[in-house]
Antibody
């Protein structure tokens, strides 16, 4: 069974940093793109970042470019999101998801249960 | 920036057919994907590549796409189908940057 388990969320002050982790199991982690998707309280879903199998390609939504860094450790079957210069608008549940990529598209299946990040003073 | 537009809410009685639309300029060239999110839970993929159904998803869920509009259809909606539904697609610049629609709250009562 494919499992994705996020951790590392919590309360952080504006301007602070946080590192999220996602532990993957039940599939060959190194064979898949991986992604982070977030959802602000009471709001819709927003794609945040993708990373290629070997980490050589990374893509970000404009609102986090230069502040967030996606990375992975295939030896540990783990995905990470380093979040710096956090803002109140980054408050959200952050989901880790396995990404499926074709020549024209990408999509997410399955998703973890999410970890809540709250940016507040 | 690219946008996908969904109606905020759709309401049907149990057993009726629910249709949720998603419009976007790139949909003639890009597939649409649909996610179901029940209260307090993570999203679940219910339709991929416009009309394909993942294993384990009931046959009452179907998808279609024509021009700039994709449609998720739930034939004979059940009370347990009440959830938020999100369409997703990638923009025309490539295959790595995606966008979700604003979501549609489906009420079945």
């Amino acid at each position: 069974e494919v499992q994705l388990v996020e951790s590392g969320g919590g309360l952080v002050q504006p301007g602070g940093s946080l590192r999220l982790s996602c532990a993957a199991s039940g599939f060959t982690f190194s064979s898949y793109w991986m992604s982070w998707v977030r959802q602000a309280p009471g709001k819709g879903l927003e794609w945040v970042a993708n990373i290629k199998q070997d980490g050589s390609e990374k893509y970000y939504v404009d609102s986090v470019k230069g502040r967030f860094t996606i990375s992975r450790d295939n030896a540990k079957n783990s995905l990470y999101l380093q979040m710096n210069s956090l803002r109140a608008e980054d408050t959200a549940v952050y989901y880790c998801a396995r990404a499926l990529v074709s020549l024209a598209d990408n999509w997410f299946d399955p998703w973890g249960q999410g970890t809540l990040v709250t940016v507040s003073s | 920036s690219y946008e996908l537009t969904q109606p905020p809410s759709v309401s049907v009685s149990p057993g009726q057919t629910a249709r949720i639309t998603c419009s976007g300029d790139a949909l003639p060239k890009k597939y649409a994907y649909w996610y179901q999110q029940k209260s307090g839970q993570a999203p679940v993929l219910v339709i991929y590549e416009d009309s394909k159904r993942p294993s384990g998803i009931p046959e009452r869920f179907s998808g279609s796409s024509s021009g700039t509009m994709a449609t998720l259809t739930i034939s004979g909606a059940q009370v347990e189908d009440e959830a938020d539904y999100y369409c997703y697609s990638t923009d025309s610049s490539g295959n790595h940057r995606g966008v979700f629609g604003g979501g549609t709250k489906l009420t079945v009562l």
